[in-house]
């Protein structure tokens, strides 16, 4: 089946209204039973709809014809929104990760991983700062320089890191 390619605005529910035209007082509807959502991009104060429906269907209230190359170029736009911003979310974790020295112990204890650390700091070739840093303080945030030198060390991956420091704050004393 043939298909043309669209954006439109979410309905009230109740009087039909495009949501660009009037706020959605009664709830949001699709303006087309048969309307396929490729994404909604809710950039924009108002989301826009971007997807396809039926040839053989009119345009609803709210819908306005796009080209596929436009359609394409849209969804491709959101999709990169939302890794961008699912990468700017991460950071935004990690910046607040913060274990204690204690958890830190344990949960390299847990993993494997309390020996090669303690071998790493033992090592004269390691960076003085870093050993006095692993030796006296008292906490250790996910993106200090600390743990940013020592996680390629002992073979961690970011991922693997983010586990620890959620699993880390988890131990208690």
């Not at 991009?41 to 596929?68: H, Q």
């Not at 959101?78 to 830190?104: C, H, P, Y």
């Amino acid at each position: 089946m043939s298909r043309k390619y669209v954006t439109a605005y979410y309905l009230d529910a109740k009087d039909g209204r495009p949501a660009n035209e009037a706020p959605l007082r009664h709830g949001p509807v699709t303006p087309s039973e048969n309307l396929e959502i490729s994404v909604v991009d809710r950039r924009e104060s108002t989301p826009v709809i971007v997807g396809s429906i039926p040839s053989s269907e009119t345009l609803a209230p709210g819908m306005t014809l796009i080209e596929k190359t436009d359609h394409d170029n849209r969804v491709a736009a959101v999709e990169g929104w939302k890794i961008d911003n699912e990468l700017r979310e991460l950071e935004k974790r990690r910046k607040t990760m913060v274990i204690s020295r204690f958890q830190a112990l344990a949960i390299l204890r847990q993993y494997g991983k309390r020996e090669a650390a303690e071998q790493i700091m033992a090592d004269p070739a390691t960076n003085a700062l870093t050993v006095d840093a692993w030796n006296y303080a008292t906490e250790f945030r996910r993106l200090s320089p600390t743990i940013m030198s020592l996680a390629p060390a002992l073979g961690l991956t970011d991922e693997q890191l983010d586990q620890m420091f959620e699993e880390g704050a988890q131990i208690e004393a």
